[in-house]
């Protein structure tokens, strides 16, 4: 047991994995700007230890999504450039300037804020902003017809702002159908030259996510922004297709806390929902859906001990799930059970627990970081 973690069951940060990661997407667009997403504690991995590795390893700019994610970094002392991705509270404007960040701007009146703001409290250098373009994602950004030029115009006439850059996101990058995402990367190319010719020539232009840089070079541009390949997974499983290496930063374990010898016909957690079919071998894992581990799953998970894959059984609790040992040799209290990562041939990933859960494995990362111990380690 890892006597640091103070719990019995622990998420292991392998950093030497961020760092390869890192290498390999930056390969891929070495003259782009390269912002890394750790919004949501770095999806879950910690977003201040993750930041400084990234920030050591060269990244240009970080990406967060709240004001109090880019908080955490400047009173870690990070005084790289931070974009907020998110929409910045109209009653928050000043938080902006103070943190010294680079917001992402989505309708005049935003704009206009971020300018009286500016007006009131700087006196020289003006307000940098990414201006968000709707393409085809139908969330945040302007409109791109009549009006949306017009808006665009007045935002550009504001005192106190600079467009420092362009930004739009893809909604369908990681599909395997490339229709949708060629198309807005046509409509985001013909957005940019109809600013220019409006005299408007932002010196950044962004658009790829993980799935965009991996996929699409003609969108790099002058920057980039990778989320979820930073942390070694792919953003579809089709993805993983051998083109680019990642490398798994999270892994996730527990100890066996209590080991039963149960007769067959022997009811498990919750709701009675799994009863015993022969003698077994019940064990208690000291994590549960308030950890990560999705409730949904109840019954068709599995995890690893001792070179063997063992089945989740029962309902998962809020604090405890039971898993059944009966088939592993020579299991012990406290034998560790890898609940995602691997050993030898045998993995369970975050795709996996996604593919149960009916998810995406950017939110099983995401919840398995929020209330287990990390353990940091680099090789």
């Known amino acids: 047991m890892h006597n640091e973690a103070k719990r019995a069951a622990w998420v292991d940060i392998d950093l030497s994995s961020l760092q390869k990661n890192y290498d390999s997407l930056r390969a891929l667009a070495p003259d782009s700007a390269f912002i890394a997403a750790i919004k949501m504690d770095a999806y879950g991995h910690g977003a201040v230890k993750v930041a400084w590795e990234l920030v050591k390893s060269g990244a240009d700019y970080l990406g967060v999504a709240t004001l109090d994610e880019a908080a955490a970094l400047r009173e870690a002392g990070i005084q790289t450039p931070i974009v907020l991705l998110g929409a910045t509270p109209r009653g928050n404007v000043k938080d902006v300037l103070d943190l010294k960040l680079i917001p992402v701007v989505t309708s005049v009146k935003d704009a206009a804020l971020l300018s009286d703001m500016a007006g009131i409290f700087l006196s020289d250098e003006p307000v940098d902003i990414f201006l968000a373009i709707d393409t085809g994602m139908g969330r945040l950004g302007v409109l791109f017809d009549e009006a949306g030029a017009a808006q665009v115009m007045d935002i550009a006439k504001l005192p106190g702002i600079r467009i420092k850059g362009v930004f739009s996101h893809f909604s369908a990058a990681d599909e395997d159908d490339p229709a949708f995402t060629l198309k807005q990367i046509d409509y985001f190319d013909r957005i940019c030259s109809a600013l220019e010719e409006m005299g408007i020539r932002p010196a950044i232009r962004t658009m790829a996510n993980s799935a965009g840089l991996m996929r699409y070079p003609q969108a790099h541009y002058e920057a980039v922004r990778p989320g979820i390949a930073l942390y070694g997974l792919y953003p579809a499983p089709s993805m993983d297709d051998g083109t680019v290496r990642l490398d798994p930063v999270m892994s996730v374990h527990a100890n066996i806390v209590l080991i039963r010898k149960v007769p067959a ?21 000291p994590l549960g859906y308030g950890d990560g581990l999705p409730r949904v799953i109840s019954g068709k998970g599995r995890v690893i001990v001792n070179g063997t894959y063992a089945p989740l059984v029962g309902t998962i609790s809020m604090d405890q799930a039971m898993v059944d040992l009966t088939d592993v040799p020579d299991v012990e209290e406290y034998d560790e059970a890898i609940v995602m990562g691997s050993d030898g041939n045998l993995s369970v990933t975050a795709d996996d627990i996604a593919e149960w859960a009916g998810t995406i494995s950017y939110e099983v990362t995401c919840r398995f970081g929020q209330r287990l111990p990390k353990i940091y380690t680099a090789i």
Do not use: D, Q
Not at 273 to 285: A, H, P, Q
């Open 265 to 285: 016909g022997f009811p498990v957690s919750y709701g009675h929902t799994f009863y015993t079919e022969r003698e077994s071998l019940i064990g208690v894992l």
